[in-house]
């Protein structure tokens, strides 16, 4: 059998975290992960529902009955895209801002706990997290050598 690598163990690790957030989500707030995505991706900038499907690769039918539920329930609003066109600009509710706190405050004692219990020091692996992400972002950067 081959030994594991760490890119296995992200993606492992990775898996387990959004499968235990969107238990936690469910069970105190009533709402999937995928969905908290959303209206955490909506709060950023308010962007077009083209842009959030994008953003939460997945299709845009998905994404448009996503956004019908979360319409529904009161947590986003739904209006017609200045630029004009059959679009649709997204924005979070005062309701969907209040939900989108309460889920972040969970996830993030969640795993601040998880992270302590671990003995991993947590602002070196959120640092070590930010690098990752910036480096993935940087495509003007060369690629390593070797």
Do not use: W
């Not at 979360?70 to 979070?92: F, I, K, M």
């Amino acid at each position: 059998m081959r030994e594991r690598t760490l890119t296995f163990d992200l993606h492992a690790l990775t898996a387990r975290l959004d499968r235990s957030a969107d238990r936690l989500l469910r069970t105190h707030l009533d709402l999937p992960y995928r969905r908290f995505l959303a209206l955490l991706l909506v709060g950023e900038d308010s962007p077009t529902q083209r842009v959030l499907a994008e953003r939460l690769g997945v299709t845009e039918p998905s994404t448009s009955r996503m956004v019908g539920v979360l319409a529904d329930v009161g947590l986003l609003e739904v209006v017609p895209d200045p630029a004009g066109g059959n679009r649709r600009r997204l924005s979070l509710t005062p309701a969907g801002k209040d939900r989108v706190e309460a889920c972040l405050q969970l996830l993030e004692g969640r795993f601040s706990d998880l992270v302590a219990r671990s003995g991993v020091d947590y602002d070196r692996y959120a640092e070590d997290t930010r690098r990752l992400i910036s480096a993935l972002d940087d495509t003007s950067a060369p690629p390593p050598e070797g």
